[in-house]
């Protein structure tokens, strides 16, 4: 047995408590941390970022300021979280689901590799926040 895995465990209880509405509850809190974070190393403050809500529940993160705006957008779609990253000129989506050790991760759809949050975050922000 894998070091650090549960010999027993209440999994339903642990996937129930994964869901997608919590999860994406969680990274939009986690983003406006990020925000928070990268405004706080910008000088100027017509170039800070800001994130906004949409009617549908997506979020919005971007640089009001900015001419041409340059956006990463995140919400829920068909059970998904997708990514709209129109600083990397790119789009992909995760879910939710339970590692093997137990931790609730998210899935990328198109390779099915496992994140934690701070890295989704990081990958849908990393060239917004620094690359433009």
């Not at 129930?16 to 100027?44: F, G, K, S």
């Not at 990463?72 to 979280?81: E, N, R, S, Y």
Request: glycine share 4%; aromatic share 6%; with cysteine.
């Amino acid at each position: 047995m894998a070091v650090g895995v549960p010999l027993e465990l209440d999994w339903v209880a642990k996937r129930a408590a994964c869901n997608l509405a919590a999860i994406y509850h969680q990274l939009c809190l986690e983003i406006d941390n990020d925000i928070i974070a990268v405004n706080a190393l910008r000088d100027d403050k017509e170039m800070h970022f800001r994130r906004d809500s949409l009617a549908d529940g997506s979020i919005v993160i971007g640089q009001p300021q900015r001419i041409p705006r340059v956006t990463v957008t995140i919400g829920i779609v068909d059970q998904t979280i997708l990514v709209r990253n129109q600083a990397a000129q790119e789009q992909w989506s995760a879910m939710v689901g339970l590692s093997n050790e137990c931790r609730c991760v998210l899935r990328l759809v198109q390779d099915k590799s496992e994140l934690e949050t701070w890295q989704f975050r990081k990958k849908a922000l990393d060239a917004l926040f620094f690359v433009i």
